[in-house]
């Protein structure tokens, strides 16, 4: 259980350079990002995909705090997460390969943002497609086995 603790609080350390690096990116955008951006409604989209992102790895990073400090709550994460049955979901619904498409398609429609707003929308359409395969795939996996 100690080699999880370390795993958890490793994931924590994670969180809080991507909670950083989330801080500085918004930032810069805020004062930067309309000078570059291809319309305003690009600009507050960028703009709230980044604070929503912060939000939800602020959120995942308090909760994996508050589960280092309960002896239960870890046990039960870790038994959760050794489900021999989740993983077997997570490979068959290809959870690795999906959640790196999902980065590419944000990361390219980021830079796409500054050439063109059709094809950053284009983009983000496309990864919220691809976000939506994956949680039909993942509710498909969790009632079929």
Do not use: W
């Amino acid at each position: 259980m100690s080699k999880f603790k370390e795993e958890i609080k490793k994931r924590v350390f994670g969180f809080r350079i991507v909670i950083a690096i989330l801080l500085v990116a918004y930032i810069i955008q805020r004062y930067l990002g309309y000078r570059y951006a291809a319309s305003s409604h690009v600009y507050d989209f960028i703009s709230g995909t980044f604070f929503g992102m912060e939000v939800a790895v602020c959120f995942y990073t308090v909760r994996l705090t508050a589960i280092l400090r309960n002896e239960e709550k870890l046990n039960a994460l870790y038994l959760k997460e050794h489900d021999e049955r989740n993983i077997y979901i997570q490979n068959k619904m290809g959870k690795l390969p999906l959640f790196i498409v999902m980065i590419g398609l944000y990361i390219s429609g980021l830079i796409a943002c500054v050439f063109s707003q059709t094809v950053c929308f284009t983009l983000m359409a496309a990864m919220m497609f691809t976000c939506l395969v994956a949680l039909t795939l993942k509710i498909y996996y969790h009632h079929k086995i």
